[in-house]
C-alpha cells in the first residue's frame, strides 16, 4: 500500500465506512489497495488464504446483473483465487439487489455493525471479572511463545465447523504472524485475560492507524464465557492502547446478530455504522 512522504497528500484509496476504513487498517503492511471505476481492489499477497485480505469493495449496492459482472471481474483479479468475496461501501448497509445477484448464486450474505467509543466514554462493567490478570503480549519473536500458542490454540477452538482444523490453524498462524508485524511496528498490541493458573481464557488484538484503534478477534474460551472476561478484558485493552498507542477512537465490528452487542454498547460502545458482504468459500 503506497505511503506519502513527509508534505505529500496520502492518495491511497479511503472506503467512507469506517467498517471497511479499519478493515483494511488490519491487514498486512504488505497489503495492494488499488482503485478502478466502480470499486477498490484488495489484495494481500503474503496471505492467498485470506478470504477478506483478498476481495472487491464497490463503491454501490449491487445492482440487477451485477452479479456474472463482479465475478468476472474477481476473476480477472485473482485468477487463482478459489474463494470469491465482495462488499460494497454503503454506511446504512444496503442490500440493493444482494439476494437476487448473489445470496441465490450461493454465496454467504454478511452483516456486521460497527460501534465507536471515545477514550473518555469507555467504561468499566460493574460485574467485570476481577480474578484474571490482563497483560500485553511481547510481538518480538521467541518472546511469550507459549501465550501467542496459546491464543492460536483459542482461535482454532472457536473457528467456524464448516472449517477443517488443519486448514483453520495454518491460516491463523499466518494471520498472527501478519498482526505481531503491525504490533512490532508500533501500531497497538495483542491482549490476554489470565486465569490464575496461566491459562489463556481470553485474547483480542487492538490494532492502531492514524488515531483509530479497531479491536480483532476478540475472544473467551468457551469454559470461561459469561464471566465477565470480555468486558475486562475489552476495557483494559482500550486504556492500554490509549495511553501507550495514542487511540483516539475505539472501534469495534461484530456480525449484526452477535450475542455480544449489548455487552460492547454496556461498556460505552456506540453502534454508528452498518455493513453488508458476500462471500462464498472454496468448495
Not at 454467504?108 to 484474571?132: K, S, W, Y
Amino acid at each position: 500500500m503506497p505511503v506519502a512522504s513527509p508534505g505529500q497528500a496520502d492518495l491511497t484509496p479511503h472506503p467512507r465506512s469506517i467498517i471497511w476504513a479499519t478493515d483494511i487498517d488490519v491487514l498486512p503492511a504488505s497489503r495492494v489497495v488499488e482503485r478502478r471505476i466502480d470499486h477498490l481492489v484488495i489484495r494481500c499477497p503474503s496471505n492467498a488464504n485470506h478470504w477478506w485480505g483478498n476481495f472487491l469493495l464497490f463503491d454501490d449496492p449491487p445492482g440487477l446483473g451485477d452479479g456474472q459482472r463482479w465475478e468476472q471481474i474477481f476473476v480477472a483479479e485473482f485468477p487463482d483465487a478459489r474463494h470469491r468475496a465482495f462488499g460494497w461501501d454503503s454506511p446504512v448497509g444496503a442490500l440493493g439487489a444482494a439476494q437476487s445477484e448473489l445470496v441465490d448464486a450461493g454465496f454467504e450474505l454478511e452483516r456486521t455493525v460497527g460501534l465507536i467509543a471515545a477514550p473518555d466514554e469507555m467504561r468499566a462493567h460493574p460485574r467485570a471479572n476481577q480474578e484474571v490478570a490482563v497483560r500485553a503480549l511481547d510481538p518480538h519473536a521467541g518472546r511469550d511463545s507459549e501465550l501467542w500458542d496459546a491464543v492460536l490454540e483459542l482461535q482454532v477452538a472457536g473457528r467456524d465447523a464448516a472449517v477443517d482444523e488443519p486448514t483453520h490453524r495454518d491460516f491463523s498462524r499466518s494471520w498472527l504472524g501478519d498482526q505481531r508485524d503491525l504490533f512490532l511496528a508500533g501500531r497497538g498490541g495483542w491482549y490476554v485475560a489470565l486465569a490464575a493458573d496461566g491459562e489463556v481464557v481470553g485474547s483480542c488484538g487492538v490494532v492502531v492507524t492514524a488515531g483509530r484503534g479497531r479491536f480483532r478477534a476478540v475472544d473467551t474460551a468457551q469454559a470461561h464465557r459469561r464471566r465477565g472476561i470480555c468486558s475486562r478484558l475489552v476495557v483494559e485493552a482500550a486504556r492500554d492502547t490509549v495511553k501507550r498507542f495514542g487511540a483516539e477512537q475505539l472501534v469495534i465490528v461484530a456480525d449484526a446478530d452477535y450475542h455480544a452487542l449489548g455487552l460492547y454498547e454496556s461498556l460505552g460502545f456506540l453502534p454508528r455504522e452498518r455493513a453488508a458482504a458476500v462471500l462464498r468459500p472454496p468448495t
